[in-house]
């Protein structure tokens, strides 16, 4: 492998006194494959980057991995709960067929085998996962090489190795830290990282706790509320979505019920993801002094999208777009100059990842898998692509919870490149909506009762019923 003088002297910086007596070819030959970093925040909707249009959220680091590499301004998750989604993250997968709807729910062992890290380690990569699983009650701690995952959802306010205090997104940026540094030069490496932010801490009623360095962040920064976060746009809404017993709502009191409460929420949720920001940036110098940039793919998404009030409503699950759209970057610093730093327009899906991930070390994805490698896409190459895709929301919070935690009516739907089409399965008889995003992006009017529109409804009721039996 070819070494850039650039690379040659960061490594020799990093580790002078390891590489007495070690000739330059051994120096830059490192390992072949490329190493693969995965950053996930939990939470995080699409427009909370200013590369994707936010005037006030402070995200520089972001943002350069966006200028750098290819930023997917349509991606979505095909179900907005983190359990679901990260399952899908790490299967390629739909609910139908990982199963994985709550969270108890383990990855069986077939399963596991077959999830991108251990795909990865299969082909002799160094796997790591840190920060928040999410998937299961039993956590596969000894299938990793390097485990430094938290069960459940982590505190913020927590402890390092020392004991003594630190917030958890900071403690995870350490963590990789500590990985990047016990990396061996001879193999290539899998690291999978978790972040809680900017997740609320449920049961605190401050929801979303910053790290103190950041609480000043934002404090003379007017956060306009979403135009549909009114009353009346609440009050549009159907019987069922609207009540004090249902979780959005109940969450909604919790956070955007007035405009000051709104202010601090929001603020909260921004200084959340600019402290993941400061930890990409830590982590990228790092890469850098340790020689391991330019080999490194680096991948950012969220699980899920999340509500700041619209429709008077907090959290995600539902399908409208705030719940359902993510921010996703990927970044290949091996793309040949003026290849791969483009933004991307067409409808990608977080069970696209993993064989993304797979084909860019140059692995066949397995069979099982039911995205798409975004490669061709990457590469600019003209390719055929999806024109729709199913969105289902399964879960059920337990009935002995529910007084407590609240009823998320569960739905199916179709997202395609015009029109959105929802099904709440739960109501008899089952309830519609219809929206036409190309004049109706904020999901407004609901058109199912429209005569205009009778065809397309009736073909994609067809077309929802044809994806739940083809993504089984």
């Not at 958890?168 to 290539?188: E, I, K, M, N, W």
């Amino acid at each position: 492998m070819r070494c850039s003088r650039r690379k040659f002297l960061s490594r020799m910086k990093a580790g002078a006194s390891a590489m007495a007596g070690i000739s330059l070819f051994s120096v830059c030959s490192g390992p072949q494959k490329p190493n693969i970093l995965v950053l996930l925040t939990d939470d995080q909707r699409w427009d909370t980057l200013k590369s994707t249009g936010n005037p006030q959220i402070q995200t520089p680091n972001m943002d350069r991995l966006a200028q750098q590499g290819v930023l997917f301004h349509k991606a979505f998750v095909t179900t907005s709960i983190c359990m679901t989604s990260r399952a899908s993250i790490f299967l390629g997968q739909y609910l139908r067929r990982h199963g994985i709807n709550d969270f108890n729910t383990d990855f069986r062992s077939e399963q596991l085998a077959l999830s991108y890290p251990m795909q990865f380690k299969k082909h002799g990569y160094r796997t790591g996962s840190i920060g928040k699983y999410g998937v299961g009650a039993n956590l596969p701690e000894t299938a990793y090489d390097f485990w430094r995952g938290v069960p459940g959802q982590p505190k913020y306010e927590t402890q390092d190795e020392q004991g003594n205090p630190i917030h958890s997104t900071r403690l995870f940026g350490h963590q990789v830290l500590d990985f990047l540094r016990s990396q061996p030069a001879d193999r290539p490496f899998c690291l999978s990282v978790s972040f809680k932010a900017p997740h609320v801490q449920d049961g605190d009623p401050r929801q979303f706790i910053s790290d103190p360095a950041y609480d000043g962040m934002y404090k003379d920064v007017f956060i306009p509320p979403p135009e549909t976060a009114t009353e009346a746009h609440y009050a549009a809404q159907a019987d069922f979505l609207r009540g004090e017993h249902l979780t959005t709502r109940k969450r909604w009191q919790l956070r955007f019920s007035n405009p000051d409460l709104y202010q601090k929420m929001v603020k909260g949720y921004y200084r959340l993801i600019s402290g993941v920001d400061r930890v990409i940036g830590d982590i990228r110098a790092e890469l850098d002094r340790l020689g391991m940039a330019e080999n490194t793919i680096i991948v950012l998404l969220g699980d899920n999208g999340f509500f700041l009030g619209e429709k008077g409503f907090a959290g995600k699950w539902y399908g409208y777009e705030e719940s359902i759209r993510i921010p996703l970057v990927i970044y290949d610093p091996r793309m040949p100059e003026g290849h791969g730093r483009h933004v991307e327009e067409k409808m990608i899906l977080n069970i696209d990842v993993a064989p993304t991930l797979l084909e860019l070390a140059g692995f066949a994805p397995p069979v099982a898998y039911q995205g798409r490698s975004l490669v061709p896409l990457m590469r600019g190459k003209e390719t055929s692509w999806r024109t729709d895709f199913l969105y289902e929301h399964l879960f059920l919070i337990p009935e002995q919870s529910q007084e407590e935690a609240g009823i998320i009516p569960r739905s199916v739907g179709v997202r395609t490149e015009r029109y959105k089409y929802l099904r709440y399965i739960d109501e008899e008889p089952v309830y519609e909506e219809l929206y036409d995003l190309e004049i109706d992006p904020r999901e407004e009017n609901n058109l199912v009762k429209s005569e205009k529109t009778a065809d397309i409804l009736k073909k994609l009721r067809y077309r929802c019923d044809k994806l739940m039996e083809e993504n089984r």
